[in-house]
């Protein structure tokens, strides 16, 4: 479950990217005619833009902590699993290599 956990992490992540990737090209808008009202929307567009852009950085790095934090309790578990399989080895008088 934890290894299905960081690859849904891994796969949101780079979906994220692309997204954001894609607004970035777009984080800053043209004038919009010679007017006061379409230099003021523009202004408006440009900044929501790099809002939206902010957000997706946030939600990157949340999936990025809970990818680290997934990915030490799978090394932890693969840890625990080969202490245990030696232990049991020296148990059975069996020697695991």
Do not use: W, Y
């Amino acid at each position: 479950m934890a290894q299905d956990c960081a690859n849904a992490c891994t796969e949101a992540i780079a979906s994220l990217q692309e997204v954001k990737d894609g607004m970035v090209l777009r984080a800053k808008t043209p004038p919009l005619g010679d007017f006061t009202c379409g230099d003021d929307l523009s202004k408006i567009l440009t900044e929501v833009t790099q809002q939206f852009i902010d957000r997706i950085d946030d939600h990157i790095l949340c999936l990025k902590a809970i990818h680290d934090t997934v990915g030490a309790q799978i090394a932890d578990t693969l840890t625990t699993d080969e202490q245990t399989s030696q232990a049991l080895a020296r148990v059975t008088g069996e020697i695991a290599s």
